[in-house]
C-alpha cells in the first residue's frame, strides 16, 4: 500500500482547497500542499513531482485542462471541478478520475483509492495486476491473464487467456512501462506478448498460445526479440 502519498491541489477558491485538505486529513497518509495560483502550483510540481494533484479546471488565469497536459509523466491527477462538460476531455488527458463539485467524502475516497493503486501499478517492479481505463472505469487485469497486447490507433487491445479483451484509450509503450520487462516482450510497433505464452517463433513471426495464430515481428524488433527468445 502506499504510504505517504505527496500531493498537491489547486484551485483559485479558497474554500475548495479547505474541503480537499479536510478530506486529505480524514483520508489519513497524504502529505497535501495547496495553491490558489494555478502558476506557482504548476511551479511546484515540477519542481517536487508529487504522486498525485488535484485539479481544478475552470480557473482566472489558466485553464486546468492545460496544466494536466504539461505534468511530469509520473503525475497521477484528479480533476476537481463544477463544470460537469469538461469530463470527457479530462479523461482523454488520462486523469485518474473526474470529481464534480460539491462531491461528497466518500466519492472523493474512491477516487484517492483508484490513484493509489494506479500508483502501486508503476511503483511496482513485479505487479500481478495491469490496471487501465477502460471509458470510465479503471480495469485491473491480472498479468497471468493476458494472452496478448495490440495497439490500434490512439487505442490499445488488451486480449485476454479468460476470454474478451479490455479496449483502453492510451499508446502501446505506456503500457509496456507498466508491465514486468523480464515477462513481457515488444515484437512489433503493435504488438506485446507475454514471454511464456510463445510455442515457436523465427526472425519474422511469433506463434503464441491461445490459437492467437502468429503475429509478425517488426523489423526494428528483431534483434531484442531474437536475444530474448533465443536464450
Known amino acids: 500500500m502506499v504510504r505517504n ?5 489547486i484551485d483559485d477558491e479558497p474554500m475548495a482547497l479547505l474541503i480537499i485538505e479536510q ?33 481544478d479546471i475552470h480557473m482566472n488565469s ?5 496544466i494536466a497536459d504539461t505534468l511530469p509523466e509520473k503525475c497521477c491527477f484528479i480533476f476537481t471541478t463544477a463544470y460537469a462538460q469538461y469530463a470527457l476531455e479530462g479523461f482523454n488527458l488520462d486523469a485518474v478520475d473526474f470529481l464534480h463539485k460539491p ?25 500481478e495486476y495491469l490496471i487501465v481505463k477502460q471509458e470510465y472505469n479503471n480495469v485491473s487485469i491480472p498479468l497471468s491473464d493476458i494472452l496478448y497486447i495490440e495497439a490500434l490507433g490512439n487505442y490499445v487491445k488488451i486480449f485476454r487467456k479468460s476470454g474478451g479483451h479490455v479496449l483502453t484509450r ?15 516482450l515488444r515484437i512489433h ?9 510463445v510455442v515457436s517463433f ?5 506463434e503464441i498460445e491461445g ?14 526479440v531474437m536475444d530474448t527468445l533465443g536464450k
Open 170 to 184: 492510451t499508446n502501446l509503450k505506456a503500457i509496456t512501462d507498466l508491465l514486468p520487462v523480464h515477462d513481457f
Open 23 to 55: 478530506f486529505c486529513r480524514r483520508k489519513g497518509g497524504i502529505e497535501l500542499t495547496t495553491f490558489s495560483e494555478p502558476t506557482i502550483g504548476l511551479e511546484e510540481i515540477r519542481r517536487k513531482e508529487p504522486d498525485l494533484v488535484f485539479l
Open 202 to 206: 523465427s526472425r519474422s513471426k511469433v
Open 211 to 224: 490459437n492467437v495464430g502468429e503475429l509478425p515481428i517488426g523489423s526494428q524488433y528483431v534483434a531484442s
Open 103 to 127: 462531491f461528497s467524502y466518500e466519492r472523493f475516497e474512491v477516487a484517492v483509492e483508484k490513484a493509489i493503486r494506479r500508483i502501486e501499478s508503476k511503483r511496482h517492479h513485479n505487479p
Open 62 to 66: 489558466i485553464n486546468g485542462l492545460e
Open 5 to 9: 502519498l505527496r500531493c498537491i491541489a
Open 189 to 197: 510497433r503493435s504488438y506485446v506478448i507475454p514471454i511464456s505464452s
